[in-house]
């Protein structure tokens, strides 16, 4: 399993654009042969000021973890290619919406 | 330490429920040996329509995230003893009332 | 990346001890050397009885987990040093003021 937790302001993001945006990490692991069934996202609303990088408070940040099983990508480059399919597959909802974002 | 993260819908739980599962899983490290005090569970309640496996909305759904110190399951055997009496202790909480889970 | 989450009480900080926190936090980056970019805080408020350890609800416990990329903490002497400085970094705002807590 895949599990993706999208750490995000309250009103980043509406009802369409969660299922989009799920939809479209989801599609980055369908496009590898993984089953559709392998990828929960869960999106964790975190309140203003509760979200800090370098000690500041960034209120337009998009934070999303992702936990691969370790013996599923023990490829690195598979792992690099699921990073970048990744980067493109959330970038309509996060990087075009102007949020800064990390994934890891 | 281990850290059992469950996320959960937010009706998913009565006060009770938590504090039964929260027992139940304990009792499964107990059982081996390890100190109660080795357990933290964390119920983190997920709004509607922010939980999403393989693309969709999933409203009866219980993502659980167990979190051992790397060291101290080291033994692939006793990680599937753990894994197999963890589904059995989380089963009257989750699976009997219907709803979906995982747990890794 | 270091991701650090505290989860914590919803009363348990207020705005300036979050700031603080997350700057006393990257402080122990910083000192070793390393970016403050590098260090991303996330305070994620868990609802009353809703934090167990051994079973038992905790309504006065902080849970933080750290999370660091392997490859940037492979060196265990190094983990230590950090453990130990970020205790020390925390505890104004956690120990010394009654909470219980847990960092891994």
Redesign the interface.
């Given at each position: 399993?895949s599990?993706h937790r999208i750490?995000h302001p309250p009103d980043a993001f509406s009802?369409k654009d969660?299922?989009e945006l799920?939809?479209s990490?989801?599609?980055v692991y369908t496009a590898l042969g993984l089953?559709?069934?392998?990828?929960?996202?869960?999106?964790?609303?975190?309140?203003k000021?509760?979200?800090?990088?370098?000690?500041?408070?960034k209120n337009k940040f998009i934070?999303i973890?992702i936990?691969h099983?370790a013996i599923q990508l023990e490829n690195a480059q598979i792992k690099k290619t699921i990073i970048e399919k990744y980067e493109k597959a959330i970038s309509p909802f996060i990087k075009e919406k102007d949020y800064d974002w990390?994934v890891?």
């Open positions: 399993m599990l750490y009802a969660k299922r799920a939809e990490i989801t599609a089953p559709e069934f392998y990828v929960d996202v869960i999106f964790v609303a975190i309140e000021d509760s979200f800090f990088v370098g000690g500041e408070a934070r973890v936990q099983l990390e890891c």
